[in-house]
């Protein structure tokens, strides 16, 4: 499959060329450096199998697994593409089951569906942080576009992010790619990022530009591996259900020292097991639907 934007090089050179975020601080009344021209990519594949890409010279990958890849620059350039975030949506009526404990569980994050580029970016970035007990980046957002897509959203955005780890603000362009709503409120973001310093980020447009169209990902093999992951899962959490289900009819359910009214001849009451019951399967299906697989 191949990059899902559709993003044209032109497109992609003017946003970046364009982008008052991406010239170097402190000179904005400067004329920027001609962008340029756009470097020959190498082809990488995937150790595993499940996509490819091509990258400038002297870009080297740090992870490449299920479609998903990490890679740097020799000039403080950083991508992540491919990266599958769960979210849910709050205001769902629906997302009661998986907010249970007044959060999102840990490998979700909670952003409204009818969130704006901007407001999806800069939440989920902080609350990704937050998960990873790391601070929380500081995000200007200078413009978002939103792109056709024929289900779902694909937003653009690009502006600045300071992660505060030492390298400063650096300039960024991000895709994102929204599913529609799923179960329990719940949908999927696939993000693709570059982040650069201001004036390389400049400098590399059209490089960069050549390196969105150039990823591509093995659908069928990631849905297979995918789908083992999930099968494993799902032994794993019906051992977790069955083992609930156990303590739930061997105890009674009391209140204010009182055994409430049962139907039962061990005093639990059957509608109480049962919406336990279908709460947590529930929950279960959405954790498989919600897995890092390919749209």
Not at 47 to 69: E, N, R, Y
Not at 96 to 102: R, S
Not at 209 to 224: L, S
Not at 229 to 242: A, K, T, V
Request: with cysteine.
């Amino acid at each position: 499959m191949h990059f899902p934007s559709r993003l044209s090089l032109p497109l992609v050179a003017a946003l970046l060329l364009g982008a008052p975020a991406m010239r170097v601080s402190g000179a904005a009344n400067a004329t920027p450096a001609a962008a340029k021209p756009a470097q020959k990519l190498t082809p990488y594949i995937f150790p595993d199998g499940s996509g490819s890409m091509g990258l400038p010279p002297g870009w080297t990958v740090d992870h490449a697994q299920l479609g998903d890849i990490i890679a740097q620059g020799p000039n403080g350039e950083k991508l992540r593409f491919g990266l599958v975030v769960p979210v849910i949506d709050p205001t769902s009526p629906q997302a009661g089951v998986l907010m249970a404990g007044g959060g999102a569980p840990a490998s979700f994050i909670a952003v409204p569906y009818s969130a704006d580029a901007a407001t999806l970016f800069t939440q989920g970035s902080a609350q990704i942080a937050q998960k990873m007990r790391m601070p929380a980046p500081t995000i200007n957002i200078r413009s978002t576009w939103n792109l056709p897509l024929e289900s779902g959203k694909n937003f653009m955005v690009y502006g600045q992010v300071d992660a505060h780890d030492g390298r400063g603000a650096q300039a960024m362009v991000a895709q994102m790619i929204v599913t529609l709503p799923q179960a329990l409120g719940a949908y999927q973001v696939t993000v693709f990022e570059i982040t650069a310093p201001p004036q390389v980020m400049v400098n590399d447009a059209a490089t960069i530009a050549e390196i969105y169209p150039n990823y591509n990902r093995n659908t069928q093999f990631v849905m297979v591996v995918a789908n083992a992951q999930m099968q494993r899962s799902q032994i794993e959490q019906q051992q977790f259900l069955d083992d609930i289900a156990q303590r739930m009819n061997s105890s009674d359910k009391i209140d204010g020292g009182h055994v409430e009214p049962a139907s039962r001849t061990d005093g639990h009451p059957q509608h109480a097991d049962r919406r336990a019951r279908n709460r947590i399967r529930s929950a279960c299906r959405l954790a498989h639907a919600t897995q890092p697989v390919p749209f």
